[in-house]
């Protein structure tokens, strides 16, 4: 089966089993992303209490943290939370959403990592850099650097922590340090809309929680995010009406035409 | 005056009288339901912090109380606010979010409701069967129950906590433990958009606002609701362009439309 | 230069620095002016963590404080962040939502002036005027005084914490204490979308963080936002399509047209 035909049918899977993805996310997002995932054919939960994130997770196929607005409580649910993921054997993915612009983001993001829990990263080139190299400073969360040299540190952190990363932009790159994916769909007008990138990260939630092979499940999730939004931007020329229209598309898309629009790239 | 007319009464109602309504919700809605609340002519505002909701509620004509994302804090707040809106008679709406899912869910909306001053609850079977019977699970905020059973539950509650309750889903069911309406608007796009539970507890509250019948306010409530479901669904088929259309026709629908298009039961 | 080719010179410069602006704002709006900024050009980054504002701070060109939904912890990271702005000569915006609607939101918009480095207040007449006189009660967020007044109240504020301060509504009045701008752009749609007065607050840290001359760059943020909320109500006449076009036209405005159509008078 190749690429295209394995994300067609991680949708379908998705629209079938209606995963429950729990997510511990920033307040910036939380709306867009809850509906994306619906729009999926998902099932999203939002829950951040301490007290209650044990319960949550245990119930849940894929837990999705986010740090984009953190506090002290939130980092220790974050903590139990991808313990009890752990344990129950689902998928942990992270987005270290503005980590190099402060060290509380960059350390949080690391001390997730080291918890030994965490199945997928997806960043930007600088977030992630930024989990291997001291004295990176993004840009909020926009990314300085090019996406030239993105491949390499993709691999390297990959190897490094031993999880599959995904440094998203033009081209999305995936890797577990070995096998490289790369995925060439998207529009730049994902890049004016807020929280595009937390989505995708939500999305690899669902892709994830439906399957395995996490490395094929991040790259199947990009393909059908990147495709959702060159359709959405068929309709929409400028971000307002585009943001309302991805959600349209995420929701219209079918199988058969993520798996012939799709473009994901093995090497 | 039949129900539809009664329903067209409240809408006016509310578009005069432009009732404040205090929301302690979660973060995932607070957006969406502020808009909603603006659309059908109400005032909302929004306020959680412990040493300012005792004013806030002080002025407000309702007050809408919604578990969905919670802590320690915002449970303390939630008290301190129904009381104030006790001491003031107005009516306090609680939407038990994911009650069922977690025990910290469970506890405080029963904590709330015993506090004695909960007019209206409105959830989804399994939330609001989590409110009687232990060791419910939900799966998330969705329903794993059919409504079948739904209008006993209902009138269970209802009678156990001496109050109205409403159970949302294709058909609404809302009973003060003797007499029982229902009210078959609303289109299943709305399942797609997240916080259209949320938002028919907030316009719960706006109805109630304008009304001391609260039997009728909240049949009131969701009829309007579902009528603009039905309208925003003849312009929208996928839930992002959808859920904008629904504001917009929140905001459009005359009383004389609502008086034409509800559909409210008695039985 | 007149004021027309002065606001159009400051958008093209927003849209050459993409200026990033940190803002510490409430739940309700943080989606929408994130997207509001990007729209617009600037590069936003929403963070409150106490242990993370000062670095945040520290690489933003502009900070927006707004006290829509507040607690004690949020209020020491204000301080903490407009310290830090102060220190590295960034301008900062307050948003004193709600104050006059209780105590802790006067108080705390009063303390963040106090501390001595606030650049532009933006609010409505009750808001602003709440700083000053004792006793006075807003509506919630909205305005209860007619704005024949505000001139007065405007330049009396002002005068008294040495600040730029911006009245807005249909016509919105902007003073330094002595000389006073008005801006005639605007649509009345814009009061039926929630955080629209936040949005502007927002877009006067991305004018201010390209000029200091903040007199001119606030008028010029104001005119900004009132005609692209004049263009998108000629092509949505329902709130939520309104708030969708709002964003769409923030994107789609050239300073050309930004100059053709801004209504700035000086007197």
Chains 1, 2, 3 share one sequence.
């Not at 899977?13 to 997002?29: A, C, D, G, M």
């Not at 313990?83 to 949080?108: E, M």
């Not at 490094?160 to 998203?168: D, E, L, M, S």
């Not at 939630?205 to 060159?230: H, I, P, Q, R």
Request: with cysteine.
């Amino acid at each position: 089966m190749d690429h295209n035909e394995y994300a067609a049918l991680l949708l379908g899977k998705i629209r079938t089993q209606k995963p429950l993805i729990h997510n511990i996310t920033n307040y910036v997002v939380m709306n867009y992303t809850a509906n994306a995932l619906l729009a999926c054919g998902a099932s999203p939960v939002m829950a951040h209490a301490y007290n209650e994130v044990n319960e949550m997770t245990s119930i849940a196929h894929a837990l999705v943290i986010n740090i984009g607005t953190l506090d002290n409580e939130w980092i220790h649910s974050m903590l139990i939370a991808a313990g009890v993921a752990c344990s129950n054997k689902i998928p942990v993915i992270l987005d270290p959403v503005g980590a190099g612009a402060t060290t509380l983001r960059t350390n949080t993001a690391i001390k997730i990592i080291n918890s030994g829990n965490v199945s997928v990263i997806r960043g930007n080139a600088s977030e992630i850099m930024a989990l291997a190299v001291k004295d990176v400073r993004t840009k909020g969360v926009d990314a300085l650097h090019s996406a030239g040299d993105a491949v390499d540190v993709a691999k390297t952190i990959a190897t490094q922590y031993k999880t599959i990363v995904a440094i998203t932009g033009p081209t999305d790159i995936i890797t577990d340090g070995i096998v490289v994916v790369k995925v060439h769909n998207g529009h730049k007008l994902m890049s004016y809309v807020t929280g595009t990138g937390c989505t995708a990260t939500a999305l690899i939630g669902a892709f994830c929680a439906v399957d395995n092979d996490y490395l094929k499940a991040t790259a199947s999730a990009l393909a059908y995010f990147g495709v959702a939004g060159e359709l959405a931007a068929r309709k929409a020329i400028a971000p307002g009406s585009f943001m309302i229209r991805l959600i349209d598309e995420l929701y219209s898309v079918t199988p058969d035409e993520l798996k012939q629009y799709a473009k994901i790239e093995i090497g």
